[in-house]
């Protein structure tokens, strides 16, 4: 237990160290203003202007910055498909792989395109080199960029006063990727590669191990990809056991570094938001919500995970060394990794999906009830507790402007938010976003539940395949892409019905948030008085959580109640299931 506490005291810590530096950095980059790596890359920025025709002093009003997202991101989605269509005829494939099939290739562009990166598929055994690289890695630097520019977006809506135009995309989208993803990339790369990742176009190797048996040994650019997976909270491994393959990550502190840079960028736009809006003490009021949230989950996920399934416990009564119902030896260790143990491994699932990042270095499958229901409900409420780059910032600016109207009505004062008042207009955009979400979740699950193929695709039956439907789902609508593995996702009816949650999720949600900020920089701000609800103290923070907390239970509750509640019943009143049963 020490070394578990040890262990996220010391995230916690590190995270906080980089928050106001990071965040200061994105303040300068997206404010224009020079950054110690602008002599060698600003003439490279002017460059790609020039080349696309585009005035980065011309800024865009909400409606023209929305289009110019969807459009780009449609584009390099198309891109993206037409290469995993005709790979077999592309570059790089040395293991002469076919083309992806026409379903499967639509819910992989859709999930790359959206920042899902949910895999139906053996990687290594189902993409080319040419495929991983200008298809999949690619698009983990747009699609993370897109979020980005979006947050930065929304922050714009708050800071101006009277302003018709939150900014330039393209302008967004090029200094996001050029001085913030690359630079910082290309250093973890070095570091992945050091520890052991492999970065090669070299074809797989047969190797013959200790026993006399030759296998194949998958090889490629690793580490590159791993650096943009986890930095742009995307989540797509290079091979199927994501990162708990060692190729992937294969030390403990590899495994922690990755886990740093999954917040890193989502926990420093907090301090940018502070930054824009004149007022740091905002950003960290936001900070200290997002904290208060994660540490929650890491307590439940890492006591669930510890003590384990008590049917293994009374397992050793007949020795007269446990009784049901007490912690089980050890803990909960199957599906986990021997190098990364529990603590780890419960660590990186409340990260990866408190993020919408989806990597995975433990089978959530394989988590107890409630240490699997905490990662589910991280990803439900619209991964806000930090969240995805970008994604996560604005889907909090969200709650916070409900949290702000409800205290309005509490005191029967027109609420104000960052000197901004709060409108129906307002309040009718954030319901929409925050109503999206959940419509698709739980339609597409009932859809599910009464659809023979996507009942026949459960690895178990009752209350945990229901949540195996529920994750899948939830994992796409919130744009996560980690899965309960025990569900077999590629066939037609999860194919599809993914890759539609995807889009629904992603870009149905987006558009009433930048409405929101388009319709918020228009106005003035206003001076705090005597009767400003003050938004910066442990009041506000509190009232944050507990409007998040409130939402999300409203919405899932029921739902999971059906799902990991029941089993979690089940397991202490000893029952077991098998499929079929």
């Known amino acids: 237990m020490t070394s578990t506490i040890l262990q996220d005291g010391l995230y916690v810590l590190l995270l906080m160290l980089l928050t106001k530096p990071l965040g200061t950095f994105m303040f300068r980059i997206f404010t224009g203003e020079r950054t110690v790596l602008s002599p060698v890359l600003h003439p490279i920025e002017r460059g790609f202007y020039r080349l696309a025709g585009v005035d980065e002093t011309r800024e865009m009003r909400w409606t023209t910055y929305t289009i110019a997202m969807l459009l780009f991101n449609l584009v390099g989605l198309l891109l993206t498909y037409a290469i995993l269509r005709l790979q077999n005829h592309l570059p790089l494939n040395a293991q002469a792989l076919p083309p992806v099939e026409e379903r499967l290739a639509f819910n992989t562009a859709v999930s790359f395109a959206t920042n899902t990166n949910w895999q139906s598929y053996y990687p290594e055994i189902t993409m080319s080199n040419f495929s991983q690289m200008v298809g999949l890695a690619v698009h983990n630097f747009t699609s993370a960029a897109t979020g980005i520019a979006i947050a930065i977006a929304v922050i714009r809506g708050f800071a101006r006063r009277s302003a018709n135009e939150i900014g330039n995309f393209w302008v967004d989208l090029t200094r996001c990727t050029l001085y913030l993803l690359l630079p910082i990339c290309c250093a973890g790369a070095l570091v992945l590669i050091a520890r052991g990742v492999p970065q090669t176009l070299d074809a797989y190797q047969r190797v013959t191990g200790i026993a006399g048996t030759t296998n194949l040994l998958p090889l490629g650019p690793v580490a590159s990809q791993e650096a943009i997976k986890m930095l742009g909270t995307n989540g797509g491994g290079f091979f199927n056991a994501n990162s708990a393959h060692p190729f992937e990550n294969p030390t403990p502190l590899t495994n922690f570094l990755e886990m740093l840079a999954i917040f890193a960028i989502p926990a420093g736009l907090t301090y940018t938001f502070g930054c824009m809006v004149g007022n740091t003490r905002q950003g960290w009021a936001i900070f200290a919500a997002m904290l208060g949230l994660f540490l929650v989950g890491v307590l439940v996920t890492t006591v669930a995970e510890q003590t384990g399934n008590p049917i293994l416990g009374r397992a050793g009564a007949d020795q007269g060394t446990l009784l049901y119902g007490q912690p089980a030896p050890g803990g909960n260790m199957e599906g986990k990794e021997q190098r990364f143990g529990i603590a780890a491994s419960a660590l990186f699932a409340v990260i990866t999906t408190a993020a919408s990042c989806g990597a995975v270095n433990a089978v959530h499958d394989s988590f107890t009830a409630l240490g699997g229901m905490i990662p589910l409900a991280n990803i439900g409420l619209g991964e806000v507790i930090f969240g995805g780059v970008g994604a996560g910032l604005y889907g909090f600016l969200v709650y916070a402007v409900l949290a702000i109207f409800i205290a309005g009505l509490m005191v029967g004062r027109t609420p104000e938010y960052i000197g901004k008042k709060i409108e ?35 690895g178990n039956p009752a209350a945990h395949g229901l949540t195996e439907m529920l994750y899948a789902f939830t994992s796409a609508t919130g744009n996560n892409g980690s899965a309960l593995a025990g569900l077999n996702a590629n066939v037609p009816f999860y194919t599809i019905g993914l890759g539609l949650a995807m889009l629904i999720g992603r870009y149905l949600m987006i558009v009433p948030i930048l409405a929101l900020a388009g319709h918020l920089a228009a106005k003035k701000r206003i001076a705090e008085s005597a009767g400003t609800f003050p938004t910066t103290g442990a009041l506000w923070v509190g009232l944050l959580i507990g409007v998040i907390v409130i939402v999300g239970a409203l919405t899932y509750f029921p739902a999971y109640t059906l799902g990991p509640v029941i089993e979690h019943f089940q397991m202490q009143a000893g029952a077991t299931f098998a499929l079929g049963s």
């Open 424 to 458: 129906p207009y307002d309040v009718k955009m954030v319901m929409l976003s925050l109503l999206v979400i959940p419509l698709a979740i739980l339609g597409f699950t009932g859809l599910a539940a009464v659809t023979p193929e996507a009942l026949a695709s459960r």
